[in-house]
């Protein structure tokens, strides 16, 4: 392959785990590359994602790259659930240790990239220039285009206005503020707790309330860190076995073949254990089964009415308006107790929805408020966002995102027909939106440098998936998720962002587990990469 100036075999779009992990796998295979982030360092979601209270969900030592077992003797997670300054240390290191930087433009956004047939050769545009390469890698994350609210005045507001996403580099104060917090999802309900400790009145908006689980977070001692560095082949073995690719594996019981008491203990215990294991180490059939959802919503409704003592506040707080799971499941710290404080208030949006945003605060059908500051903890454009914002151009003009309109067409979610040499890492019907993601990172960035090597060796300069593949890829995907009760509610799963009325509902992630997808993936290429046409 040529590697002229400003030409590369591959260009990769986004310096994120995923990102980072590509131009390693680019170095061993000899291949010249060029990694493009918009931000000022490498972490992707965690260099973005700088408010209080973040952190990830998955168990810390399921969480770190297993591709290098010197890094994971090396690093030591100092909590159960490390937050974001820890994690985002965390990526920085791998960028030190591997010497990353030297290879990545950072403060470069790609706005489009347009993919030329006669030449073979994908023109990767930004604002300060063109790059050109043979192979074009999006590793632009699940989370990566925030959304704001659609409500009038917005940008009258005069206090300080953060968008979780968007987070000051500097620390922001809460301190003797009157603080507004719009959005309950994952991200509003790790703010939240952080700003009630400090903030003198926080008013919290709520649209539709979420089924929030404890976290159960809590320092590693040194005894359990070095019994963790033991046992990493058996974490990651674990987490390999399991459909979300966490270490919470579902119970292969029904939970309606098991007495009320029985149904009961187990759930009690699984609320009670840390993580998502109440979501994903349930009974077999919580996700898939009415009535076995019908039983475990109830109990966390339940729990949730305990922990609120107005009454009826709490009712504002538990949903009943989906299943527990079917949308994704908030991990809180305290978050319920929160509501308990004096200075915390509960809006319920659907009895007093927002009129406007004002100079000096917000204003709902019922009442005018004045606020020092807002944040917005509102969500984002999921898993297709980054794509709908890029000028995507692949074979004869064709725009990706006209193409996906109708909802993503992928085969095995890493390649579009009609986009030769384009890979789209953890990007739409692709296990990884749907999982512990580094597990998943590591098998899609794996499995793409062997489909790499194979080119390299066969000599071949193209490869572009079939449009039949795709469209068995997407036929199997929906049955996948048909199973499931995910798609009787509306949630980024699904595609639906309010703010966004133009998006078509479809569900946008993998539903079929990851060791299915592992499995299908390596079929494809033990089949010499069948569904696939190489040139
Ligand atoms: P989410 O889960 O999309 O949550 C966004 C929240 O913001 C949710 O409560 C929304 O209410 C609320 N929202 C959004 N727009 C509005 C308007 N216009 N008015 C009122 N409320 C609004 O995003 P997160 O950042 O919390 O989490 C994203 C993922 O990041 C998460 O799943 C993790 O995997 C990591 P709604 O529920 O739509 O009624």
């Given at each position: ?8 075999d ?59 077992k ?17 994690t ?40 300060d ?17 925030p ?18 996403a968007r ?100 759930f ?64 809180e ?13 509960l ?40 794509f ?60 793409l440098s ?80 069948t ?5």
């Amino acid at each position: 392959m040529r590697n002229l100036r400003d030409m590369y075999d591959v260009v990769v779009i986004g310096a994120g785990l995923s990102g980072m992990y590509q131009l390693i796998k680019l170095r061993e295979l000899g291949l010249s590359a060029r990694v493009l982030e918009m931000g000022s360092d490498v972490g992707g979601t965690w260099y973005w994602n700088r408010y209080p209270g973040a952190r990830f969900d998955s168990e810390s030592y399921s969480y770190g790259m297993s591709f290098s077992k010197e890094l994971l003797q090396e690093w030591e997670w100092s909590e159960y659930f490390s937050a974001q300054p820890e994690t985002l240390r965390y990526c920085q290191r791998i960028a030190e240790k591997f010497d990353l930087r030297r290879d990545i433009d950072f403060n470069t956004r790609v706005t489009g990239a347009h993919y030329n047939e006669a030449s073979n050769i994908w023109q990767v545009i930004t604002a300060d220039k063109i790059l050109e390469s043979r192979f074009l890698i999006t590793a632009v994350g699940v989370f990566s285009e925030p959304t704001w609210p659609d409500i009038e005045g917005i940008n009258d507001f005069q206090g300080e206005a953060w968008h979780t996403a968007r987070w000051s580099r500097h620390r922001v104060d809460f301190c003797n503020k009157r603080v507004a917090v719009i959005g309950t999802g994952a991200t509003g309900v790790q703010v939240i707790p952080e700003v009630a400790k400090t903030a003198e009145t926080l008013t919290v908006f709520q649209r539709r309330p979420n089924y929030c689980l404890p976290l159960g977070n809590r320092p590693i001692t040194d005894e359990e860190q070095a019994d963790i560095k033991r046992r990493y082949d058996e974490i990651f073995a674990r987490c390999a076995s399991t459909a979300g690719a966490f270490l919470h594996g579902s119970d292969p019981r029904s939970a309606l073949d098991v007495s009320d008491e029985e149904r009961e203990a187990t759930f009690e215990k699984l609320y009670n254990t840390p993580g998502f294991a109440l979501w994903l180490g349930n009974f077999r059939d919580c996700g898939t089964d009415q009535k076995a959802n019908d039983f475990v919503s109830e109990f966390v409704r339940k729990k949730i009415a305990e922990r609120v003592k107005d009454s009826a506040l709490a009712e504002k707080l538990i949903p009943l308006d989906h299943g527990f799971g079917t949308r994704r499941v908030p991990m809180e710290s305290g978050y319920y107790e929160v509501y308990n404080q004096d200075n915390v208030r509960l809006i319920d949006l659907n009895a007093t929805p927002f009129r406007r945003i004002t100079r000096s605060g917000i204003e709902t059908i019922a009442e005018s408020f004045d606020f020092d500051m807002i944040i917005y903890a509102t969500g984002f454009d999921a898993i297709v966002g980054s794509f709908r914002n890029m000028d995507i151009q692949g074979r004869r003009g064709a725009k990706l995102k006209s193409y996906w309109e109708g909802g993503p067409v992928t085969y095995l979610g890493v390649q579009s027909p009609g986009f030769p040499n384009l890979f789209t890492l953890v990007g739409p019907q692709n296990a990884s939106t749907f999982c512990n993601i580094p597990r998943c990172i590591e098998q899609n960035v794996e499995w793409l440098s062997e489909l790499m090597e194979y080119m390299l060796a066969e000599g071949y300069n193209r490869v572009e998936a079939t449009q039949a593949a795709a469209e068995a890829w997407v036929e199997h995907s929906e049955q996948m998720v048909a199973m499931t009760l995910i798609p009787n509610t509306d949630s980024w799963f699904m595609n639906v962002n309010q703010n966004l009325p133009e998006k078509k509902r479809t569900f946008l992630a993998y539903a079929g587990g990851a060791p299915r997808y592992r499995e299908k993936c390596d079929e494809v290429a033990a089949a010499h990469y069948t569904g696939f046409d190489f040139a």
